[in-house]
């Protein structure tokens, strides 16, 4: 398993600043997903993050808008740039751990950001 | 790319009924699939997955899941609620040979349970 611990849990933000969340993982995983759920909705993933290279962002997200860091295999983070009333959401971390036949996701408990 | 349905946005149950939330998917082989159930102000906690083998699956809060490769669905059932089963579940798949990773959610189903 893996416990995942993401900061902070929540914070009500200015339009045009930036919020930088952290998530941190209690053993090394290879791979980081961040997830956004906006209001009342499902999860879409924002971006896969892999240590020593750049983000992968999924169809909808870029990077100057989401930027991510992964500087080690149990640490990440993503920044929500030039907020707008539009990105108040719940943001998830989630790491992949188990054993190659018996893998699962595990979800932080996410950030509720709104933005005023 | 796969994606996930879940054709009930509410359900609304007595409390010691029967409930079954559906989930259907899209995607050209076999998935892993998976139920999460996220309680109001909580994370997400995983309820039961399946990824090979025996397509009934049993998981933890006495609910169970089985798949059918021939109607692509993988419905969640529970003989009998609590008050505490209120909540969102979310249907989910992931690329085999991804478990776990890069999920694609469906859009939640909300269980609301009556006394």
């Known amino acids: 398993s893996a416990v995942i611990s993401q900061k902070p849990s929540r914070d009500i933000c200015q339009r045009g600043t930036s919020l930088t969340i952290q998530c941190q993982v209690d053993?090394?995983?290879?791979?980081m997903f961040w997830y956004r759920q906006q209001p009342g909705q499902s999860l879409t993933l924002i971006a896969t993050a892999n240590q020593g290279s750049e983000a992968t962002y999924e169809s909808g997200f870029v990077i100057d808008k989401f930027p991510i860091s992964r500087p080690n295999l149990t640490f990440s983070t993503l920044t929500v740039s030039n907020m707008s009333p539009e990105d108040s959401s719940i943001y998830l971390c989630?790491?992949?751990?188990?054993?190659?036949?018996?893998?699962?996701?595990?979800f932080g408990q996410g950030t509720r950001l709104t933005v005023v | 790319a796969q994606s996930v349905t879940q054709p009930d946005i509410h359900i609304t149950v007595s409390e010691g009924a029967s409930l079954e939330l559906r989930c259907n998917y899209s995607y050209g082989a076999t998935p892993y699939l998976f139920w999460y159930v996220q309680s109001p102000g909580q994370g997400l906690q995983l309820l039961l997955k399946y990824f090979s083998g025996d397509t009934l699956v049993q998981g933890i809060k006495g609910f169970e899941a089985e798949f059918k490769r021939s109607q692509s669905s993988f419905n969640l059932r529970k003989p009998s609620v609590h008050w505490s089963d209120a909540a969102e579940y979310f249907c989910?798949?992931?690329?085999?040979?991804?478990?776990?990773?890069?999920?694609?959610f469906g859009g939640g189903t909300r269980v609301l349970v009556k006394p």
């Open positions: 989910a798949v992931a690329i085999a040979g991804a478990a776990g990773n890069k999920l694609t």
């Open positions: 989630s790491v992949a751990a188990g054993t190659a036949r018996n893998t699962e996701a595990f």
């Open positions: 053993s090394q995983v290879t791979m």
